[in-house]
């Protein structure tokens, strides 16, 4: 009996130690005077170049419906290696007038950048094939992080039979460029033709 009362007095006396207080939402002010980090440690919008390995999108969000395709792991920012690798979603800025993606987003993107022609579907064998050529490949970046509110609000009667995740806040990457391969250590760039 002292034994259980003893383990309530400690176990409810304690409880304020655990418990932490949520900080308050930031006003619209603050966020325009002093703007926001990103998972780059960098202000979004900020232009960086990061060196990322594609990953499979469905493996890293396995518990997500609607899992993008691809996610990058980014390993550096700028040139320097981050203490721990992030993986983020990314969309790709358009090229031109023929629309085709800069990087690919999704399994048609990446058919018609090998292929160099659209398709309307992608089957599993030919997904499989476009997974071994894309999935683990490593890339130089140029892209920005953005991010913005998403989702249905609580407490709305939506008439919509969709799945949702909420009204949550969103981020990835906006990859505007690839960038060429680094060189390796010690190799020597070619000297100009004269």
């Known amino acids: 009996m002292y034994k259980i009362a003893f383990f309530s007095l400690f176990l409810f006396s304690a409880a304020p130690v655990f418990a932490q207080e949520k900080a308050p939402p930031i006003t619209i002010d603050e966020f325009y005077e002093r703007g926001l980090l990103g998972a780059l440690g960098l202000p979004f919008g900020t232009v960086c170049e990061i060196e990322a390995v594609v990953l499979d999108g469905e493996v890293v969000y396995a518990r997500m419906k609607s899992a993008p395709d691809f996610v990058l792991e980014v390993q550096a920012v700028n040139g320097k290696k981050l203490d721990k690798p992030r993986q983020i979603k990314y969309s790709a800025a358009v090229a031109g007038k023929n629309e085709s993606a800069?990087?690919?987003?999704?399994?048609?993107?990446?058919?018609?950048?090998?292929?160099?022609?659209?398709?309307?579907?992608?089957?599993?064998?030919?997904?499989?094939?476009?997974?071994?050529?894309?999935?683990?490949?490593?890339?130089?970046?140029?892209?920005?992080?953005?991010?913005?509110?998403?989702?249905?609000?609580?407490?709305?009667?939506?008439?919509?039979?969709?799945?949702?995740?909420?009204?949550?806040?969103?981020?990835?990457?906006?990859?505007?460029?690839?960038?060429?391969?680094?060189?390796?250590?010690?190799?020597?760039?070619?000297?100009?033709?004269?």
């Open 102 to 194: 800069i990087f690919p987003e999704d399994y048609f993107e990446l058919y018609q950048a090998i292929h160099r022609k659209k398709t309307n579907t992608i089957n599993e064998a030919i997904q499989a094939d476009l997974k071994k050529r894309f999935i683990g490949s490593r890339h130089r970046l140029s892209v920005y992080e953005d991010g913005g509110y998403s989702g249905l609000v609580a407490g709305v009667d939506y008439d919509l039979m969709i799945a949702h995740t909420g009204y949550h806040f969103r981020h990835g990457l906006v990859v505007l460029k690839r960038l060429p391969a680094k060189e390796a250590k010690g190799e020597q760039k070619p000297a100009p033709k004269k």
